[in-house]
């Protein structure tokens, strides 16, 4: 098996895993409604563990973009096979998304919700803050990539990577999942939310596209800041990308905790009008 196939069949099965627990869960009549966030962040952790052993002696398993680029930016991976391996990972989580679809084709019908439909295929936040979203999904997947890294430098761990990586996506969708849902991945947000927009899914609203780029940009963000810093702190390497990521990520928290003040001053601005 190529490279190219070895991305796009490990990241389908993290989406036929990944969005399958969620589908279980959210959608009307099946055997696991209701299960609850703890049952969907468990199967997103196994899902990325069967992935990577899967294929991971065949490609080394990224399947996800924000990885690809951010083992790029420090020299742990071809810049020149970087194309490749995202467009398989696309093209992987598009096809997972299909496959989500047809495994649950008889409750889309029962579920009345747009909202809990889409939320099979893709992310959506919890409370609606671009610049926090964005810081959301930038500490999750800078994270990702620390840990990775970390996880690697540990002989011990040799042969139990898989399981090990599932537990650290395990501890960020219980840690830092609540606010966003925890993309973490391009290709796991943007590819089953294009699969959402063309599939014929019964009921089915809009397919968030204001919100898409969210999950796309603050991963890629997040995941060559955590290897970058990794390579700063844990190897000394103190790169110009480390300190242009590190000035922009200052810029990205200003942003945040601005919009937050100003939300903050409407919300008092509105309750002091309904005591008035």
Do not use: C
């Amino acid at each position: 098996m190529t490279e190219f196939m070895g991305e796009l069949i490990g990241t389908m099965i993290l989406i036929i895993l990944g969005g399958g627990v969620v589908g279980g869960v959210v959608l009307k009549n099946t055997k696991a409604e209701g299960a609850g966030w703890i049952v969907i962040t468990v199967g997103w952790g196994l899902a990325v563990t069967m992935a990577i052993y899967a294929v991971g002696n065949i490609s080394g398993a990224h399947i996800n973009p924000a990885v690809t680029l951010g083992f790029a930016a420090v020299g742990e991976f071809e810049w020149a096979k970087v194309p490749l391996f995202v467009t398989a990972q696309m093209i992987g989580a598009i096809i997972g998304g299909v496959i989500v679809y047809l495994a649950y084709l008889a409750h889309w019908r029962k579920t009345d919700d747009p909202e809990t439909k889409l939320a099979v295929f893709a992310t959506a936040p919890a409370e609606r803050s671009m610049f926090a979203n964005f810081l959301t999904e930038t500490i999750g997947t800078f994270v990702l990539l620390l840990g990775l890294l970390f996880i690697g430098a540990n002989s011990f761990t040799e042969g139990l990577n898989p399981l090990i990586v599932g537990l650290l996506i395990l501890a960020i969708g219980v840690s830092l999942g609540g606010p966003t849902g925890y993309a973490i991945n391009p290709a796991r947000d943007l590819g089953p939310r294009i699969a959402h927009a063309f599939l014929p899914i019964a009921g089915k609203g809009h397919s968030d596209w204001g919100y898409s780029w969210i999950p796309v940009v603050g991963p890629i963000f997040g995941g060559i800041y955590g290897a970058v810093f990794y390579k700063a702190f844990f190897e000394q390497e103190f790169s110009v990308l480390f300190w242009i990521m590190s000035v922009l990520m200052l810029v990205a928290i200003g942003g945040a905790i601005s919009e937050d003040a100003k939300k903050q001053r409407e919300q008092a601005g509105e309750l002091n009008k309904k005591a008035v």
